[in-house]
C-alpha cells in the first residue's frame, strides 16, 4: 500500500515539473511580443524624423501623430507582458 502512494505522489510531483516547466516555457514565448513593440516605437520616432526633416512647418502635428503611434505600440507591449504575467503566475 505504502508503494501505492509513493508512486503517485511520484506522478503528482513529475505532472507538477511538467507543468512549471511550460508556464515558464509559454512566458516566455509570449514576452516576443516585446521586441516587435520595442521595433515599433523605433519605426515610429524614426518615420517622425525623417517626416520632420522633410517638412518642418508640420513639426506639431507630426508630433501628435507620433505620440499617438507610440501608445498605441506600447499598448500591444503591454498586453505582452500581461499575457507572459498571466501564463506564469496563474
Known amino acids: 500500500m505504502f508503494i501505492y502512494f509513493v508512486f503517485i505522489f511520484y506522478l503528482i510531483l513529475k505532472m507538477d515539473i511538467r507543468l512549471e516547466c511550460c508556464k515558464l516555457l509559454g ?21 517622425l524624423i525623417n517626416s520632420v526633416a522633410r517638412n518642418p512647418s508640420l513639426k506639431g502635428e507630426l508630433f501628435r501623430f507620433a505620440i499617438l503611434g507610440f501608445a498605441l505600440t506600447e499598448a500591444v507591449g503591454l498586453l505582452a507582458l500581461m499575457m507572459a504575467f498571466l501564463i506564469l503566475f496563474m
Open 27 to 47: 512566458a516566455g514565448l509570449a514576452t516576443i511580443g516585446l521586441v516587435g513593440a520595442g521595433a515599433g516605437v523605433g519605426i515610429v520616432f524614426g518615420s
